[in-house]
């Protein structure tokens, strides 16, 4: 029997435990040895790597598209070759990872 998967993660910030559900989460940036999580309507810094959340996200609708960003689909209001646009901030893809995200977002 499978069980179904989560729709929400646990993130640590401002000194508490945050509970996240994933269609709120519109993209991540890394910033070194922390993370900015950009949700509708606020934003929360975690002590956190990128590659982490990663794993925490995987198969549940978010696309790794440069060393340092994970977008979530879901809000991607356009694709350019150079990054895709959310809330109106261009998220660039990262050479390694152009081919695995344009694919993953159905463009190849």
Request: hydrophobic residues 35%; proline residues 3%; glycine residues 6%.
């Amino acid at each position: 029997m499978d069980i179904p998967e989560e729709s929400f993660i646990y993130i640590k910030a401002d000194r508490k435990v945050h509970k996240i559900t994933l269609d709120e989460i519109m993209y991540i940036e890394s910033l070194d040895d922390y993370i900015k999580i950009h949700l509708k309507g606020k934003t929360l810094v975690s002590r956190e790597n990128i590659s982490t959340m990663e794993d925490k996200l995987r198969y549940k609708n978010f696309v790794r598209i440069h060393r340092s960003f994970i977008v979530s689909a879901r809000y991607i209001t356009s694709i350019s070759p150079d990054g895709v646009e959310i809330d109106g901030k261009t998220c660039p893809f990262g050479r390694t990872y152009k081919h695995g995200a344009m694919t993953a977002l159905g463009m190849k």
